[in-house]
Nanobody, 114 residues
Framework: QVQLVESGGGLVQAGGSLRLSCAAS????????MGWYRQAPGKQRELVAG???????NYADSVKGRFTISRDNAKNTVYLQMNSLKPEDTAVYYC????????WGQGTQVTVSS
């Protein structure tokens, strides 16, 4: 059983920054893919950013140039640095770990005020 614990969400004004953290209960090298997803009210959950075991990253077009996903293997933690936040970034952000099965964190709320 893998546990993912997110933190770092909160309320920020447009143009501000936040850094989300996702701490895994296992070594990151054992996880094929880790990603940050978000779900806004009334919308489907969408991929924001992902990082593979090899370090390859991918981003949603809407966040390219503003968000950066990274990981610290020593801390078994994946981060999402979010800069130049916009009101449309408001959502619950979830961490996902893809192994032989799927694992999700509990989510952390990000609210961007205009």
């Amino acid at each position: 059983q893998v546990q993912l614990v997110e933190s770092g969400g909160g309320l920020v004004q447009a143009g501000g920054s936040l850094r989300l953290s996702c701490a895994a209960s296992v070594r990151l090298f054992s996880i094929n893919f880790m990603g940050w997803y978000r779900q806004a009210p009334g919308k489907q959950r969408e991929l924001v950013a992902g990082i593979s075991t090899g370090g390859s990253t991918n981003y949603a077009d809407s966040v390219k140039g503003r968000f950066t996903i990274s990981r610290d293997n020593a801390k078994n933690t994946v981060y999402l640095q979010m800069n130049s936040l916009k009101p449309e970034d408001t959502a619950v952000y979830y961490c996902r770990a893809l192994m032989s099965r799927d694992y999700w964190g509990q989510g952390t709320q990000v609210t961007v005020s205009s």
